[in-house]
């Protein structure tokens, strides 16, 4: 596609329930990274895939959060049991080469919120 | 681990006039750094990188970024500002060789006319 696409745009949730956050990164691009940003606060940092494997999951907070790319193109993020905490705004990036010096383009985001 | 930090959370200043948005950070090793830019309502767009070379790095919109590595800071500029500059703007730091990158939490740029 023309751009990194993420939906759905907006999710409220209740608290302990199960989502599901995807992206469909731009065509041709083989790395694809998800950041959390909450409100006033920069992007930080989530998880980074090369092709199809997680190249780094260092920045997942616990084991309620897991991410998949199955065929090296669309990502999803899942959030198990979901917390109040969790609320922000969930960001997709793909670069086409998988060092950052590539630099991101990123999605509009998923805004999240844990109701 | 790598941090950084952006003094400054706002600034405002009139159209026509200099700006500078500072931007510092820590790191062990060499690094990659890099501007983003938000618009209203928009997704973070890269504004300019560095990742060699020379010290002053160019990007789109008139703006432009000096590596100083004995101050571990990369500064933006832009010598006249726009209404249309009126964005979020995040530095981020990211080790060579590594893929993720480490954000500011930004500098809200406000121009008035």
Request: glycine residues 16%; hydrophobic residues 20%; proline residues 0%.
């Given at each position: 596609g023309a751009g990194v696409?993420?939906?759905p745009s907006n999710k409220v949730t209740e608290k302990g329930k199960y989502v599901e956050l995807r992206c469909d990164p731009i065509s041709g691009h083989t790395a694809l990274y998800w950041y959390r940003q909450s409100l006033g606060q920069g992007p930080e940092f989530l998880i980074y895939f090369q092709?199809?494997?997680a190249a780094d999951d260092s920045g997942l907070p616990n084991d309620r959060f897991f991410a998949v790319r199955p065929e090296g193109s669309v990502s999803t993020l899942k959030i198990q049991r979901t917390e109040r905490g969790d609320?922000?705004?969930y960001l997709c990036a793909s670069s086409f080469g998988g060092g950052a010096n590539y630099g991101y383009t990123f999605g509009s985001g998923t805004?999240?919120?844990v109701v | 681990a790598q941090s950084v930090t952006q003094l400054d959370s706002q600034v405002p200043v009139f159209e026509e006039a200099p700006v500078e948005l500072r931007c510092n950070y820590s790191s062990s090793v060499s690094v990659y750094l890099f501007w983003y830019v938000q618009y209203p309502n928009q997704g973070l767009q890269l504004l300019l990188k560095y990742l060699s070379g020379s010290t002053l790095v160019k990007g789109i919109n008139?703006?432009?970024a000096e590596f100083n590595k004995s101050q571990t800071s990369f500064h933006l500029r832009k010598p006249s500002v726009h209404i249309?500059?009126?964005a979020e703007y995040f530095c981020a730091v990211s080790d060579r060789g590594a893929g993720k990158s480490t954000f500011g939490d930004g500098t809200t740029l406000t121009v008035k006319p």
């Open positions: 696409s993420q939906t092709g199809t494997g609320s922000a705004v805004r999240l919120t | 008139g703006f432009e249309s500059d009126t």
